[in-house]
């Protein structure tokens, strides 16, 4: 194999590892604190439903028209998939530093920890 195409596979598994990596790290960060803000949303609902005596069929009507106005409709962000979706957008739209470490540029690397 080619020098070249071996640091191009090294450079495209280290992104995939890295993708990975920040994904499974924001899912850990995050999704506790999700689920535990869709329980207090759920415990609220119960709470308003009860205080203003209102069916499930009307909560529902109201909750569809309020969704529906919302842009962002994705469910639960900060699972896995989100959280894969959301390290590719970070290392994909960061600037341009060349950091030479052991011969492998790791310009998003530095700019997504210490920028």
């Known amino acids: 194999m ?4 071996a640091r191009t596979l090294l450079l495209i598994a280290s ?29 609220e609902e119960r709470e308003l439903r009860t205080k203003h005596n209102i069916s499930s069929e009307d ?13 962002h409709k994705a469910g639960v962000q900060w699972k896995f998939d989100g959280a894969f979706f959301f390290v590719t957008t970070v290392i994909t739209t960061i600037g341009q530093i060349r950091l030479r470490v052991f011969g492998f540029s790791l310009n998003q690397t530095y700019h997504a920890l210490f920028i």
């Open 59 to 71: 909560f529902d009507a109201i909750r569809n028209n309020i969704v529906r106005s919302i842009p």
């Open 15 to 43: 992104t995939f590892a890295y993708l990975l990596v920040g994904a499974a790290i924001f899912d850990a960060l995050e999704s506790a604190f999700e689920e535990s803000e869709k329980a207090e949303l759920a415990a």
């Open 2 to 5: 080619k020098k070249q195409n």
